[in-house]
């Protein structure tokens, strides 16, 4: 009867917890205490800490709800094995001193025994990560095979299986001096790269900062249309490198942005450079773990290639100079991938089957900033009704559409002049075909 009654009231500390947090010191950042994660009914190692010139406690235990929910533990070096307690929902804890003074040293999430949804294509490597992400995957139940030797001298990643993506996770004990160092990482192991901290990462003094789906862009743009009715805060101090990189946010604040991602020169491959405390919030916004379970999968994900259709081995000279062209120069260019997406859909060839439907998450990425042009007609435009074509004007309804609906192949002069001329307005670079003849 006693657990039972101690399960009841552990799915309701969340709410409480939050909403007493959210009243003690508004617009002050939290006290920079250590945030551990487990899942229900586990032991692990988790870390305590005390601000300066106050001693560390003998013993500690676990609070919630106004009430003890753990025996105390002796604390040594610094840290406690505990056992999380039975929980129905994700759960915050109070990590509190057992003297007197009851002082807050720490805070432990505990999950229920349920795996989170996760992208089973997606194949997680992690080296150097913090404790809370080694700690927070596993409470989840997201699989992380390491990736270093212990010193992290070799980091390594298994052989590549059939059908699956591949990210390695790094911190600041993986990512090096430089951001070079994780550029060396994505080449020698030809794999995307995900870096949590960094210790070439900037400081400053932490930023209340408010995730909303609105300010998720380019990978994350997948997640806009959702709706969160109290979105996660974070406070902030890590800041992006003042080294002069190109830069494409995925989540954008007022003052700075909280992720981002580095061209590579590779096109195939990413770096995406984190600088969000998520242990902040996980566990305790359902949000917060869906956008840190969405930005692992989508930063595994291969970048779209600029000319959606079709691929590039079916370019003709003869049929399409200018799109030939713009191929030739983007591998050339030693600038980032253009910024914006083509369509093609003149000449007889109709898409694959299904084909429309492997683009519906495009939508989230079309904007008047990476605007999507669309040429030529086919049947399968009429299930992309977010586009807003209108066959009468020849135009979109829709901002960051662009469509040029002549279907013949070869096209007119004039129309390869109108899609220079686009291709130039978007960042498409453009070199003259061989032959020099457009006719």
């Not at 909280?258 to 996980?282: D, F, G, S, T």
């Not at 930005?295 to 994900?301: F, I, N, Y």
């Not at 609906?405 to 498409?428: A, C, H, N, W």
Request: glycine share 6%.
């Amino acid at each position: 009867m006693n657990a039972r009654r101690n399960v009841l009231v552990v799915a309701l500390v969340p709410l409480m917890g939050c909403l007493a947090r959210g009243a003690a010191e508004p617009g002050s950042a939290p006290l920079p205490v250590p945030i551990s994660f487990a899942r229900s009914a586990a032991t692990i190692e988790a870390r305590v800490g005390v601000v300066p010139d106050e001693p560390m406690p003998e013993a500690v235990f676990l609070r919630a709800f106004g009430r003890q929910m753990s025996q105390s533990t002796a604390v040594r070096d610094g840290s406690i094995r505990i056992r999380a307690p039975l929980v129905r929902v994700p759960t915050q804890f109070t990590i509190v001193s057992a003297d007197e003074a009851r002082r807050e040293v720490g805070r432990m999430t505990a999950y229920p025994p349920k795996d989170l949804q996760w992208d089973t294509e997606v194949a997680l490597h992690a080296a150097g990560t913090p404790k809370w992400f080694d700690q927070w995957s596993k409470a989840v139940g997201v699989p992380v095979r390491r990736a270093d030797d212990g010193k992290l001298s070799n980091i390594r990643l298994e052989g590549k299986q059939a059908g699956t993506r591949r990210l390695l996770v790094v911190g600041t004990a993986g990512a090096g001096k430089d951001a070079e160092h994780v550029r060396a990482l994505c080449r020698s192991n030809r794999v995307n790269v995900l870096v949590l901290d960094a210790s070439w990462f900037g400081t400053g003094t932490p930023v209340r900062a408010i995730v909303t789906p609105q300010s998720l862009v380019r990978g994350l743009a997948g997640m806009r249309s959702q709706k969160w009715p109290v979105p996660p805060t974070f406070w902030v101090a890590a800041r992006p490198a003042s080294v002069v990189l190109n830069r494409w946010a995925w989540i954008e604040h007022e003052r700075f942005v909280l992720v981002e991602e580095v061209p590579l020169p590779a096109p195939e491959q990413r770096l995406i450079l984190n600088y969000v405390p998520w242990q902040q919030q996980l566990g305790q916004s359902e949000w917060a773990d869906a956008a840190l379970l969405e930005m692992l999968s989508a930063a595994a994900r291969p970048i779209r290639p600029w000319l959606v259709h079709p691929p590039p081995s079916e370019l003709l000279p003869a049929d399409r100079p200018v799109l030939i062209a713009a191929m030739k120069a983007c591998r050339q260019s030693a600038a980032p991938g253009p910024r914006a997406y083509v369509l093609d859909l003149r000449g007889s060839k109709a898409p694959p089957k299904h084909f429309a439907t492997g683009l519906a998450d495009l939508q989230a990425e079309v904007t008047p900033a990476t605007p999507l042009l669309i040429l030529g007609y086919d049947s399968m435009l009429q299930e992309l009704a977010w586009a807003k074509l209108d066959p009468l004007t020849n135009s979109s309804g829709q901002p960051g559409v662009a469509w040029l609906p002549d279907d013949t192949l070869p096209s007119s002069p004039e129309f390869r002049v109108r899609l220079m001329q686009k291709l130039t307005l978007y960042g498409i670079p453009l070199t003259p075909p061989q032959t020099g003849d457009l006719r």
